[in-house]
């Protein structure tokens, strides 16, 4: 969904049983295809981690998508399936010159899709870990999906809230590959605006939101329970470090300055409450979602 797959930066893909240091030593995984994309490298910077979407339906049958950002200014979607390109979509020219090492310019900050900060259940996959059975039922027994079933143990929920968290916060599900509402990749510009595109052709409903001075040198951008977050580094652009947060309901900006800049390249960190935590200097500090208060 994000950059470290979830708002904590976890780096945890929790569904996923067939990847372990034990399986990735058995034969199997191996180089399967490669695609050369169209875009222009800026001194170390050049195209962001990819964003995946399985079992997408969309006007042009089933897709399973991947999505990333170029350092030149164009987000390219790839069907990760059959290795070719899906769409494109440039949103605007990068900044003059190939920049330097710490202000590279461009297209800097990962692309993500939104979620939610709440930890996901517990349990394991939802893969079928045995062959496929007949649904055919015994004689005179009718269809087995009529038969009853040994009682299931309960499904473990997530943990419970943590204590002291921010009062009336949305917390709004993420909506799914099957889900009816439209689902969105959103992307920051290099000119700082926000951008919330379709996923299955990249177009944009509505015009872009301004969120930062263009030229800003972003890192981490997160989108979860109707907000979006990123962080601003190396001071480029004449743009202070520090977490940068958009109400997309009331396109409000608020802005948290870190006077020691903002360490890592990941932006910061949510919990399950929605509170943000960055990493600045000697410092872990600690950010209400919803203003960007320490």
Request: proline share 11%; glycine share 14%; hydrophobic share 35%.
């Amino acid at each position: 969904m994000t950059i470290g797959n979830d708002p904590q930066r976890s780096h945890w893909v929790r569904s996923d049983g067939k990847i372990s240091p034990v399986a990735m030593q058995k034969p199997g995984f191996e180089m399967v295809w490669k695609f050369k994309l169209k875009n222009e490298a800026r001194q170390m910077n050049s195209l962001t981690p990819p964003v995946l979407l399985d079992f997408y339906i969309s006007y042009r049958g089933f897709r399973t998508l991947g999505f990333l950002g170029g350092s030149s200014g164009t987000v390219t979607a790839i069907d990760t399936d059959l290795s070719r390109m899906e769409w494109e979509k440039p949103l605007g020219p990068a900044s003059a010159g190939s920049g330097t090492a710490l202000c590279p310019g461009g297209l800097t900050s990962s692309v993500t899709r939104p979620t939610t900060a709440a930890y996901p259940p517990q349990g394991g996959g939802r893969g079928r870990g045995s062959p496929a059975k007949s649904g055919v039922g015994e004689p005179f027994e009718g269809a087995v999906t009529l038969r009853p079933g040994p009682a299931q143990p309960p499904f473990p929920g997530p943990p419970p809230p943590a204590a002291g968290g921010v009062p009336n916060r949305r917390a709004t599900p993420a909506p799914g590959p099957f889900s009816r509402t439209p689902l969105f990749l959103n992307v920051v510009s290099p000119d700082g605006k926000f951008h919330s595109m379709y996923v299955s052709n990249g177009e944009e409903p509505n015009p872009p939101v301004d969120f930062l001075p263009a030229n800003a040198n972003a890192v981490g951008l997160v989108v979860f329970d109707g907000s979006a977050y990123v962080a601003t580094v190396n001071s480029c652009g004449g743009v202070a470090d520090g977490v940068w947060g958009l109400d997309l309901e009331s396109k409000k900006v608020s802005q948290w300055k870190a006077g020691a800049g903002v360490a890592g390249s990941a932006g910061a960190a949510a919990g399950p409450d929605g509170t943000l935590y960055v990493a600045s200097g000697s410092e872990l500090v600690a950010l209400q979602g919803d203003t960007l208060q320490q």
